[in-house]
């Protein structure tokens, strides 16, 4: 009988374990508290009448290094679900197409998926762990529980088993994304732009990515520094103070925007990674991976969740 494997969180590291899992016989089922895949690589949709805008606020663009993760995006380009993107300072960068979360919508498919259902804890009875919801719902027994959650999020859902615990003391950058959607026309002169000496560390113009809606999209990232001193800051005024630092660095300015929106990354980007590629606690049937194992984006993601497939798949679990 095959092994039933429950993951929680449909990021990068959730999607590529759970469409390598299934391909190889496991019975998969994917727990993602958001209405939606991605995680930190998504996208935020608006809808004003009849049109609807998408805009990437999280992971902007994908740098590829190694052999393994060239294979899956060959193939994902040959799926037209990816472009390659030139982009100065890097060599070998794609974008998903027509927006970011088109990389793991497209690894989701076939998968057995419960969005909106977020897990609040595990409890093992005879050979099964059990997941359940914070009402005490049951959601199913599993041989096997994998967290792709961030590292505070995975110490929580795994309190009480030990090789968890010095997660809870894993610290990840906080950032905030203002969103601003706008009917203006307006030259930059860039597509992307690195912001110093400013709260702000990046500003991006999600319009000129390939594939996009052309209405004028911009995307401005706060540094990790300004993020955490003001980590409590409403976001009402992040928003303001992020628009008055883009009219200082670019003279774009609109008063009546389409949609403004800021959104607070709390588990942002790795501080440090644990240069491990996942934990994997036998005796309890419970393992994690996520980009905080080998670094801080979407590639590392993608090798930590594959080396624990690969251990999965090697040992029939
Ligand atoms: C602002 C920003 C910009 C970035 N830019 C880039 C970039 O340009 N290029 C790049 O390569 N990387 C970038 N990154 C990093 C990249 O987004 C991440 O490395 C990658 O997306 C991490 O994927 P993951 O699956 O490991 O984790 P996540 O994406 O965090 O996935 C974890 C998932 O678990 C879900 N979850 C958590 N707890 C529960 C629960 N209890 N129950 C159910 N579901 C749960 C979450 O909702 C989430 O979907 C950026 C990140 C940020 C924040």
Same mark, same amino acid.
């Given at each position: 009988? =095959? ?7 449909? &990021? ?6 759970? +469409?390598? /899992? ?13 209405? &939606?895949?991605?995680?930190?690589? +998504? ?65 989701? +498919? ?44 995975? @110490? ?20 905030? @994304?203002?969103?601003?959607?706008? =009917? ?21 113009? %999600? =319009? ?21 001193? %003001? ?6 005024? $992040?928003? %303001? /103070? ?23 990354? /709390?588990?942002?980007?790795? /501080?440090?990674?644990? %240069?491990?590629?996942? $934990? ?23 090798? +930590? ?13």
């Amino acid at each position: 009988m =095959s092994k039933k494997i429950a993951i929680i969180g449909a &990021g990068v590291s959730g999607v590529n374990l759970a +469409s390598r /899992l299934s391909s190889n016989g496991f019975e998969v089922t994917v727990f993602e508290k958001a209405r &939606g895949p991605g995680g930190r690589a +998504s996208s935020r949709r608006f809808s004003d009448g009849d049109k609807t805008y998408t805009i990437d606020h999280g992971a902007q663009y994908i740098d590829v290094e190694t052999k393994e993760f060239q294979t899956l995006i060959n193939e994902l380009e040959q799926a037209g679900i990816v472009d390659k993107f030139t982009k100065l300072g890097t060599q070998n960068t794609y974008v998903p197409v027509p927006a970011m979360n088109a990389f793991t919508k497209y690894l989701m +498919s076939n998968i057995n998926s419960k969005y909106e259902v977020q897990v609040h804890h595990v409890i093992k009875k005879d050979d099964l762990n059990f997941l359940y919801d914070d009402k005490g719902n049951r959601l199913g027994g599993f041989d096997l529980v994998i967290s792709t959650a961030p590292p505070k999020q995975t @110490a929580e859902l795994f309190r009480g088993y030990e090789k968890f615990e010095f997660l809870s003391k894993v610290e990840m950058k906080v950032h905030f @994304a203002v969103m601003l959607i706008s =009917s203006k026309n307006f030259d930059f002169g860039f597509s992307e732009m690195n912001v110093q000496d400013s709260m702000l560390n990046w500003i991006g113009i %999600n =319009s000129q990515k390939p594939k996009r809606d052309k209405t004028l999209g911009i995307i401005l990232h706060t540094n990790f520094k300004w993020s955490l001193e %003001n980590a409590e800051m409403d976001r009402v005024e $992040i928003t %303001n /103070l992020a628009l008055k630092e883009l009219e200082i660095q670019t003279g774009f300015k609109d008063e009546n925007p389409i949609y403004l929106a800021c959104h607070r990354w /709390l588990y942002g980007r790795t /501080l440090e990674p644990l %240069n491990t590629d996942f $934990i994997f606690d036998k005796e309890n049937s419970l393992a994690c991976c996520g980009d905080y194992m080998l670094g801080d984006n979407i590639e590392a993601a993608f090798l +930590s969740s594959s080396r624990l497939a690969d251990q999965l798949i090697k040992n029939s679990y």
